[in-house]
């Protein structure tokens, strides 16, 4: 079966092109070097995000949070070759790119522990419960909407995504109809209603909750329609106008070409 991956409808509001691509004709962007920093960036917020219970689990007590928090972010960067393919790619840069991130990456660590201690403070021994997902990377795929994808965490029947880009005063609308296409996922797969998903935005530690209503719904599957539709009709060159998202794409030699 033919599906739409929610990961494409999220690319969609970038560039419709990048979506024809890389999926019609399955071609692969060069990272650049920007891109290079955000995949490493990613795995390491992204895994950081994936372990709040193991940090509340080897606390002590809310005091020791950080500390667990640091702990998990070593072993991430310790693991990051075996999980990573581009780190294990160029062990030089990849370590360049490490120390260039981890100011950051240490300051968002306090921030996320700031936030964990104090669900420990409040909640005492149900707080790794609260932050457990009941299921984390769950594939999803639809016969009657025709879509797909892996859900970061599901907790109490609630998609969350991780977001470790820049934080978007206003969410932005392909975060949106990503996390309503995951809450139509698993609404299905439940049979249960989802009334709402979650952004976890990694580097302020905001958890941000989206409304999924039925205009949403339409929305995403008026763009599902127009991803099938690039099949006969492909996306001009520069669709949104904007030269700044075609130098940062990966895509933008073949693309010109094509
Ligand atoms: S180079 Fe520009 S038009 Fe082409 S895929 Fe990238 S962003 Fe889209």
């Known amino acids: 079966m033919v599906t739409v991956t929610v990961s494409s409808i999220n690319e969609y509001f970038f560039c419709p092109r990048c979506v024809y691509l890389r999926n019609f004709l399955k071609i692969q962007p ?3 070097e920007k891109q290079r920093r955000g995949i490493i960036g990613y795995q390491i917020r992204r895994g950081l995000f994936m372990r709040q219970r193991e940090i509340i689990e080897n606390s002590h ?9 640091k702990a998990e972010l070593e072993k991430i960067i310790r693991e990051l070759p075996e ?27 306090q921030t996320l522990s700031k936030r964990l201690s104090a ?3 409040e909640a005492g021994p149900r707080a790794a419960a609260l932050v457990s997902p009941q299921k984390t990377d769950h594939y999803v795929i639809s016969e009657t909407t025709g879509l797909s994808g892996r859900i970061d965490k599901v907790i109490n029947n609630t998609p969350h995504l991780i977001n470790t880009g820049q934080v978007p005063d206003k969410t932005d609308t392909g975060d949106k109809l990503r996390a309503c296409a995951y809450a139509m996922l698993l609404e299905e797969e439940t049979g249960r209603k989802v009334g709402h998903a979650v952004i976890e935005y990694a580097r302020t530690s905001e958890q941000r909750p989206v409304k999924i209503t039925e ?14 539709s690039m099949a006969g009709q492909p996306p001009e060159i520069c669709p949104h106008g904007q030269g700044s998202k075609c130098a940062e794409c990966g895509f933008e030699d073949c693309c010109y070409a094509t």
């Open 119 to 121: 669900i420990m403070s």
């Open 215 to 228: 205009k949403l719904k339409q929305e995403v599957l008026k763009t599902r329609d127009a991803i099938l």
């Open 30 to 32: 060069t990272p650049t």
């Open 61 to 69: 007590d809310a005091g020791g949070v950080f500390e667990s928090a």
């Open 83 to 109: 999980t990573c393919p581009q780190a294990a790619e160029d062990a030089k840069t990849h370590q360049t790119i490490i120390d260039e991130i981890k100011p950051a990456l240490l300051s968002e660590t």
